[in-house]
């Protein structure tokens, strides 16, 4: 089972965390949902507030702009997750 580090506070620095260290700054739902267990609706609600946040970018299907196709960390995104890196005691 994967648990969220202690040092992260909300499942959306979860996902910026899982964006920058595993993920290499991009990532489906998919990858998200099977790595955080959270349902796919919930890692959608989470991507939205980050998109609000400013903090990723969201790459929408062209076909039908309701299907995410990735989503990627944007500078505010990389900002947050070296303040996360600082939290964790990693350099």
């Given at each position: 089972?994967?648990?969220?580090?202690?040092?992260?506070?909300?499942?959306?620095?979860?996902?910026?965390?899982?964006?920058?260290?595993?993920?290499?700054?991009?990532?489906?739902?998919?990858?998200?949902?099977?790595?955080?267990?959270y349902?796919?609706?919930?890692?959608?609600?989470?991507?939205?507030?980050?998109?609000?946040?400013?903090?990723?970018?969201?790459?929408?299907?062209?076909?039908?702009?309701?299907?995410?196709?990735?989503?990627?960390?944007?500078?505010?995104?990389?900002?947050?997750?070296?303040?996360?890196m600082?939290?964790?005691?990693?350099?």
């Open positions: 089972m994967f648990i969220m580090p202690d040092f992260i506070h909300t499942p959306e620095e979860w996902i910026v965390w899982l964006l920058g260290s595993e993920f290499h700054d991009t990532a489906t739902i998919e990858m998200l949902v099977q790595r955080t267990r349902g796919r609706e919930d890692i959608i609600s989470f991507v939205g507030e980050l998109e609000r946040m400013k903090a990723i970018r969201v790459n929408r299907n062209s076909k039908n702009a309701m299907i995410i196709d990735s989503i990627a960390l944007v500078p505010n995104g990389k900002k947050m997750y070296g303040e996360l600082l939290r964790s005691g990693q350099r």
